[in-house]
């Protein structure tokens, strides 16, 4: 009998959502690790699951019982309240074998669960509410909680991955920066001690031993690039012996299996999940070795020399969303003219033309403090959704070393690739996929289509106090920054503290020009500052104080008040930029009234951001016309026009990346299996 929620459900996308249930094992295989094989995903069953995959979590009042069930898990509280910390610890051993057999059966989570609240209380003083009980019932569910920011996510992921650890599943606690895995890793294995379990943390600098140890503990708290290269090292190291009976036939022949450093994919809680899955999905993850064909360190500086002397818009066309460049006939033949009598790569016009594009785009794309930093003499790529360093990344096809010869670093050997893989694919191969974000209700039917999960909205601990001082944009950055700056005094008169988002390293060092020629006192936190991030994120609730940050802030940070902050009205933010994705904005906006404080907000922008001027050019040009020789911002039905304008465009462009890149992959393993030998 079909409930009245699936009557409105196309029949499609029921049966659709049927076979997405049986996926689990269906993608099961059998190796040495613990993980899903891979699987295409048909183009009609995507686009359906993607519009329908939203509703169909909304429909199904799943809230309703996750409300139950923490109330079975109320009713197991007084059980443990009265025992030792022996005692305590003993009742978690005895759970093992009952989640070993019998999974994760409602009231044996209950029983958990209300065993974490207990020894959390007792560690940390804190006692889970009934809202992060919820998101931790979500995520043993396989699903993922949205939960507003400052409804306390690290104590969230706790139940559900003490839960999942003593049933026996390795547990990946997967973030966005070493330094939130490290902290939270640290803050919560008092618990983790407790009650038996061993927790570990993956480092970027860390050897391999010190993985491995990582890996072997019961829960792991690591990077999503982190864990992912180490699969693809292990993937190496196996090659084609990662079936269970290829593995038996190398024991049989005397074969003795690699050292591994994971113990296989079972159970991974995302935090940040939309950044990750969504965001970084377009970002391949490469391992690459030597090149056996290296180009001399003069070709790219002659690639340089050559893009320098080719013309915009008549040689070449450059897309400034993405940095592709096409060259014109007539730029072609500018080239070939240019290269007469040189050889190597020079001779073939393909090999010309793919150095060249790449220098143009060197040249006029990628940006010192926006893009990349140099720091001792190394070009570092920046993370364009965290704003920190992305360590140990590099440019593939001669990029990385057409930029160190442009900022005059040491050029760094090409490399070929050895092994890669998206994070739409490593994620899909975890046996069990869960998290949670502040903001991930806008993708949930994109994830509910590649990854087969889906989305949850719990509800807040508290109403929420926080207020919007409204949205400001400017015709130019000049008058914005005016703005901006009297608006930082403004607060800081009132004693408030003031949190300033900026999108790139430039513009927040701009900012802190101008307010020291203001005379206000200020901290600076981007890329160049990020080793201490910790301190600055520490003081950054003080009263009076202003900290002026790149996305850096915007996410999985905690800004605490300090005295008399709360009653002279809380954190204040200012984005002086939109983002591509007004999911990060809402991030931003999320470091003030948080669990249910008091906050405000405001956002301050111009018509000559880079967001309007690349996304909306046809709008701001007459948006401009409109506001000659005017110092009032746009009225504010037109400014929000704008912004949905802009950030839509920019999150359609990014959607046909990542689908673009999901096709390419499954383009390319089919090519593979075709061209297999038997």
């Given at each position: 009998?079909?409930s009245a929620d699936e009557a409105v459900?196309?029949?499609?996308?029921?049966?659709?959502?049927?076979?997405?249930?049986?996926?689990?094992?269906?993608?099961?295989?059998?190796?040495?690790?613990?993980?899903?094989?891979?699987?295409?995903?048909?183009?009609?069953?995507?686009?359906?699951?993607?519009?329908?995959?939203?509703?169909?979590?909304?429909?199904?009042?799943?809230?309703?019982?996750?409300?139950?069930?923490?109330?079975?898990?109320?009713?197991?509280?007084?059980?443990?309240?009265?025992?030792?910390?022996?005692?305590?610890?003993?009742?978690?051993?005895?759970?093992?074998?009952?989640?070993?057999?019998?999974?994760?059966?409602?009231?044996?989570?209950?029983?958990?669960?209300?065993?974490?609240?207990?020894?959390?209380?007792?560690?940390?003083?804190?006692?889970?509410?009934?809202?992060?009980?919820?998101?931790?019932?979500?995520?043993?569910?396989?699903?993922?909680?949205?939960?507003?920011?400052?409804?306390?996510?690290?104590?969230?992921?706790?139940?559900?991955?003490?839960?999942?650890?003593?049933?026996?599943?390795?547990?990946?606690?997967?973030?966005?920066?070493?330094?939130?895995?490290?902290?939270?890793?640290?803050?919560?294995?008092?618990?983790?001690?407790?009650?038996?379990?061993?927790?570990?943390?993956?480092?970027?600098?860390?050897?391999?031993?010190?993985?491995?140890?990582?890996?072997?503990?019961?829960?792991?708290?690591?990077?999503?690039?982190?864990?992912?290269?180490?699969?693809?090292?292990?993937?190496?190291?196996?090659?084609?012996?990662?079936?269970?009976?290829?593995?038996?036939?190398?024991?049989?022949?005397?074969?003795?299996?690699?050292?591994?450093?994971?113990?296989?994919?079972?159970?991974?809680?995302?935090?940040?999940?939309?950044?990750?899955?969504?965001?970084?999905?377009?970002?391949?993850?490469?391992?690459?070795?030597?090149?056996?064909?290296?180009?001399?360190?003069?070709?790219?500086?002659?690639?340089?020399?050559?893009?320098?002397?080719?013309?915009?818009?008549?040689?070449?066309?450059?897309?400034?969303?993405?940095?592709?460049?096409?060259?014109?006939?007539?730029?072609?033949?500018?080239?070939?003219?240019?290269?007469?009598?040189?050889?190597?790569?020079?001779?073939?016009?393909?090999?010309?033309?793919?150095?060249?594009?790449?220098?143009?785009?060197?040249?006029?794309?990628?940006k010192i403090d926006q893009h990349y930093?140099?720091?001792?003499?190394?070009?570092?790529?920046?993370?364009?959704?965290?704003?920190?360093?992305?360590?140990?990344?590099?440019?593939?096809?001669?990029?990385?070393?057409?930029?160190?010869?442009?900022?005059?670093?040491?050029?760094?050997?090409?490399?070929?690739?050895?092994?890669?893989?998206?994070?739409?694919?490593?994620?899909?191969?975890?046996?069990?996929?869960?998290?949670?974000?502040?903001?991930?209700?806008?993708?949930?039917?994109?994830?509910?289509?590649?990854?087969?999960?889906?989305?949850?909205?719990?509800?807040?601990?508290?109403?929420?106090?926080?207020?919007?001082?409204?949205?400001?944009?400017?015709?130019?950055?000049?008058?914005?920054?005016?703005?901006?700056?009297?608006?930082?005094?403004?607060?800081?008169?009132?004693?408030?503290?003031?949190?300033?988002?900026?999108?790139?390293?430039?513009?927040?060092?701009?900012?802190?020009?101008?307010?020291?020629?203001?005379?206000?006192?200020?901290?600076?936190?981007?890329?160049?500052?990020?080793?201490?991030?910790?301190?600055?994120?520490?003081?950054?609730?003080?009263?009076?104080?202003?900290?002026?940050?790149?996305?850096?802030?915007?996410?999985?940070?905690?800004?605490?008040?300090?005295?008399?902050?709360?009653?002279?009205?809380?954190?204040?933010?200012?984005?002086?930029?939109?983002?591509?994705?007004?999911?990060?904005?809402?991030?931003?906006?999320?470091?003030?009234?948080?669990?249910?404080?008091?906050?405000?907000?405001?956002?301050i922008a111009a018509l000559d951001d880079?967001?309007?001027?690349?996304?909306?050019?046809?709008?701001?040009?007459?948006?401009?016309?409109?506001?000659?020789?005017?110092?009032?911002?746009?009225?504010?039905?037109?400014?929000?026009?704008?912004?949905?304008?802009?950030?839509?465009?920019?999150?359609?462009?990014?959607?046909?990346?990542?689908?673009?890149?999901?096709?390419?992959?499954?383009?390319?393993?089919?090519?593979?299996?075709?061209?297999?030998?038997?």
């Amino acid at each position: 009998m079909v409930s009245a929620d699936e009557a409105v459900v196309p029949v499609a996308v029921r049966s659709l959502m049927a076979r997405t249930a049986d996926r689990d094992e269906a993608w099961r295989s059998r190796s040495p690790y613990a993980e899903r094989g891979d699987v295409k995903i048909a183009p009609l069953d995507f686009a359906l699951t993607r519009t329908f995959g939203g509703l169909l979590s909304r429909l199904e009042n799943y809230a309703g019982k996750l409300a139950r069930r923490v109330k079975l898990a109320d009713a197991c509280a007084a059980s443990f309240a009265g025992l030792s910390d022996e005692e305590l610890a003993a009742a978690a051993r005895q759970l093992r074998g009952p989640l070993l057999r019998h999974g994760f059966r409602q009231d044996l989570v209950a029983q958990s669960f209300a065993l974490v609240r207990e020894a959390t209380f007792r560690q940390l003083g804190l006692r889970h509410h009934a809202v992060q009980l919820m998101g931790a019932w979500t995520m043993i569910d396989g699903r993922f909680a949205e939960m507003q920011t400052g409804e306390g996510k690290t104590l969230t992921a706790l139940p559900a991955a003490i839960t999942a650890a003593l049933s026996g599943r390795p547990v990946h606690v997967i973030t966005v920066n070493d330094y939130l895995a490290a902290r939270d890793a640290e803050e919560l294995e008092p618990i983790y001690r407790a009650l038996g379990l061993t927790v570990g943390v993956i480092q970027h600098d860390d050897e391999p031993e010190q993985r491995r140890a990582a890996y072997a503990c019961d829960v792991t708290y690591g990077v999503n690039k982190e864990i992912a290269f180490d699969y693809l090292r292990d993937g190496l190291k196996l090659g084609d012996r990662r079936s269970h009976a290829s593995r038996m036939a190398g024991k049989l022949g005397g074969v003795d299996m690699p050292p591994l450093l994971l113990r296989g994919l079972n159970f991974a809680i995302v935090d940040e999940a939309d950044s990750i899955l969504i965001d970084e999905a377009r970002t391949p993850l490469i391992i690459a070795g030597a090149d056996d064909n290296p180009l001399p360190n003069a070709i790219f500086a002659q690639a340089l020399g050559f893009a320098e002397k080719l013309k915009p818009k008549i040689d070449f066309l450059i897309s400034g969303n993405a940095g592709h460049v096409e060259l014109t006939a007539a730029g072609s033949a500018s080239l070939k003219t240019l290269c007469q009598g040189l050889s190597g790569p020079w001779e073939a016009r393909r090999a010309r033309e793919e150095l060249v594009n790449y220098a143009l785009a060197a040249l006029h794309h990628y940006k010192i403090d926006q893009h990349y930093v140099v720091v001792d003499g190394k070009v570092e790529i920046i993370d364009e959704f965290t704003g920190r360093i992305a360590e140990g990344r590099s440019w593939q096809h001669g990029l990385h070393q057409l930029i160190e010869t442009k900022e005059k670093c040491e050029i760094t050997a090409r490399h070929q690739t050895q092994t890669s893989i998206t994070y739409q694919r490593f994620f899909r191969r975890y046996l069990h996929l869960c998290g949670m974000s502040g903001t991930i209700s806008e993708v949930a039917g994109e994830l509910r289509a590649v990854y087969g999960v889906s989305v949850v909205r719990i509800p807040t601990h508290r109403p929420s106090r926080r207020s919007s001082r409204g949205t400001r944009v400017f015709r130019t950055s000049e008058q914005k920054w005016a703005a901006v700056v009297e608006s930082v005094r403004a607060g800081h008169r009132e004693g408030r503290p003031t949190l300033i988002g900026t999108r790139a390293i430039e513009t927040s060092e701009l900012l802190s020009r101008l307010l020291d020629k203001a005379g206000v006192a200020h901290v600076v936190l981007n890329a160049h500052h990020d080793r201490d991030e910790a301190a600055i994120i520490a003081e950054a609730g003080r009263a009076g104080r202003v900290t002026v940050a790149t996305n850096m802030a915007g996410r999985g940070t905690d800004i605490k008040l300090g005295p008399g902050v709360e009653a002279a009205g809380g954190l204040h933010v200012m984005l002086t930029e939109f983002h591509e994705s007004a999911r990060i904005d809402r991030q931003l906006i999320g470091r003030g009234g948080r669990q249910g404080q008091p906050g405000t907000y405001e956002v301050i922008a111009a018509l000559d951001d880079e967001l309007p001027s690349i996304f909306a050019p046809a709008l701001t040009r007459l948006l401009k016309r409109m506001l000659a020789g005017e110092e009032a911002p746009l009225p504010k039905a037109l400014a929000h026009i704008l912004q949905l304008s802009a950030q839509n465009r920019a999150q359609r462009l990014q959607y046909r990346i990542r689908q673009q890149t999901l096709r390419l992959q499954d383009q390319r393993d089919s090519m593979l299996a075709f061209a297999r030998p038997d």
